[in-house]
């Protein structure tokens, strides 16, 4: 019997997929510049051993600084891609949110604790917002991006799929 409430749980109604189009092509963005970065860091490092000007030496710091969170945004989106991991899962129980590609790592929330929710759209993006009391965010709301550019054609269908899937486990439109 307990097999078959596992198995009941892991049904997934809908999976939200990320567009894995958007995340290659900025994984190549962001890795080119991370290299124009070092080239402008290296081009500094050597003018200031030249000239012997300090605030050259400054550039090169705030570079490296931003090559260090520009390639660790890089990598989580390579993860991302590479795991084939997408935004989130409406199960037959429960919403499970991916925030990272670990799996394991995700936010499972069982629909009962969601009190509301809403969907607003941005150009090629839906914006799904998550309120309950399981919120940690200071907002007091759970943000879920779902940021679709080179698939702009299937948000009108992905948000009236969501609807459905929260209109049938009983949750409730925020109103704002």
Known sequence: MADKDNQQERVVELRVEEDRTRLLVCVVVLLLLVF????????????ADTTGNIALLLIVIVAI???????????????????NVGVCDFGASELTI???????KAVVVPYGQIKGYSIVRQGSSLRL?????????????????ITRPFMKD???DLEGQIEE??????????KQ
Not at 36 to 47: G, K, M, S
Not at 65 to 83: E, N
């Open 36 to 47: 124009a970065i070092l080239f402008v860091a290296a081009c500094a490092y050597v003018l």
């Open 65 to 83: 600084t931003a090559v260090w969170f520009i390639s660790k945004r890089m990598g989580r989106m390579l993860g991302k891609l590479a795991a």
């Open 98 to 104: 991916y925030e990272k590609a670990d799996v394991t």
């Open 129 to 145: 917002l998550l309120w309950g009391k399981w919120v940690t965010h200071p907002a007091g709301y759970e943000y879920v991006g």
């Open 154 to 156: 299937t948000l009108d």
């Open 165 to 174: 899937c929260m209109a049938r486990h009983h949750v409730k439109k925020h």
